[in-house]
């Protein structure tokens, strides 16, 4: 399956005509339904529609067109018809004219202060009277299927190349565990080493004397104890074993934004320990390193459906 990124743009539009007996009618108005829908992230899918008045119909046909498609991603909808006569104006008839003219008196008796309608409004409102005729169910729903798959193709793409990202990320870290590990048992021993002859100089011996028995038992039950707080190794095989879920997470596709989301807060734990307990240069530039890849990692992962 693919990977779908939430990020992804598509528009389309669609020419129509009220027409009589099959042939276009005289004086009849060419209008133009044009859709757009686009998608960002989000942690759930959130729809929002922008209609023009003679659409709004069509909103609940809409939103379950793209609800069965898309899982996750604030989504925005945008429709609206242009209609245009040959000139490009409609002309308004008298009967309009009338209707307009007792609407506004009717309206202006409640609401003195309301604004009187301007020939744009005129305009605009008589050519929405022309188109209101034309059923735009189907070519709706159809043009809606098809700027939804031009949708899909382009979160496709931008999906492709964020798991080709990770997987590189995925890589790097890969080869950085492994420059940690053969530090580990080394580290380990340097400190346990280094604890013990501190001990001794803490204990004030001189040179050639012996620690008591009960001394050399504390001192190496300490040395170890250090040892163990210091030993990475156990983060070290939780951080391959989240990379190895990550990597096939992302080769097998679908909806796995989620959880590669939570796997991300899993492996930046893991560093964090990493760079906590290290006691060697080396492994706190390793664990820095690591941070770096894994926040771009996050940053990719929360535009991945």
């Not at 009849?28 to 829908?37: F, H, K, N, Q, V």
């Not at 340097?190 to 008591?212: H, S, V």
């Not at 210091?230 to 070290?236: F, K, N, Q, S, T």
Request: cysteine-free; overall charge negative; charged content about 30%.
């Amino acid at each position: 399956m693919a990977v779908y990124s939430m990020t992804g743009y598509a528009s389309a539009q669609q020419s129509a005509a009220q027409t009589a007996a099959g042939q276009e009618a005289k004086g009849a108005t060419a209008s133009r339904l044009g859709l757009e829908i686009r998608s960002v992230n989000s942690r759930f899918l959130d729809l929002s529609f922008r209609l023009s008045e003679e659409l709004r119909q069509h909103e609940p046909a809409l939103r379950e067109l793209i609800a069965g498609k898309l899982k996750r991603g604030k989504v925005e909808v945008r429709a609206a018809l242009e209609t245009a006569a040959g000139d490009n104006l409609r002309d308004p008839t008298t009967r309009m004219l009338q209707r307009l003219n007792a609407l506004q008196d009717n309206v202006r008796a409640w609401l003195p202060d309301a604004r009187a309608l301007s020939v744009a409004d005129v305009v605009r409102l008589s050519a929405a009277e022309g188109g209101a005729d034309t059923d735009w169910s189907e070519a709706i729903g159809q043009l809606a299927a098809a700027t939804l798959e031009e949708l899909m193709a382009a979160r496709e793409r931008e999906g492709a190349r964020l798991a080709s990202m990770l997987l590189g990320h995925l890589k790097q870290l890969r080869e950085l565990a492994q420059q940690a590990t053969p530090l580990v048992p080394k580290l380990v021993e340097q400190q346990r080493t280094r604890f013990l002859e501190r001990w001794k100089e803490a204990m004030a011996l001189t040179e050639g004397a012996t620690l008591p028995e009960a001394a050399q038992d504390r001192a190496l039950t300490e040395a170890t104890a250090f040892a163990i707080r210091i030993d990475v190794a156990e983060e070290l095989m939780r951080l391959s074993s989240h990379i190895d879920e990550i990597e096939r997470l992302v080769k097998k596709g679908g909806e796995i934004g989620k959880r590669l989301d939570f796997l991300i807060q899993e492996l930046h734990r893991e560093a964090n320990t990493l760079g906590s307990k290290s006691a060697a240069l080396e492994l706190t530039h390793i664990s820095v390193d690591m941070k770096v890849l894994i926040e771009q990692m996050r940053e990719q992962v929360q535009n991945i459906e």
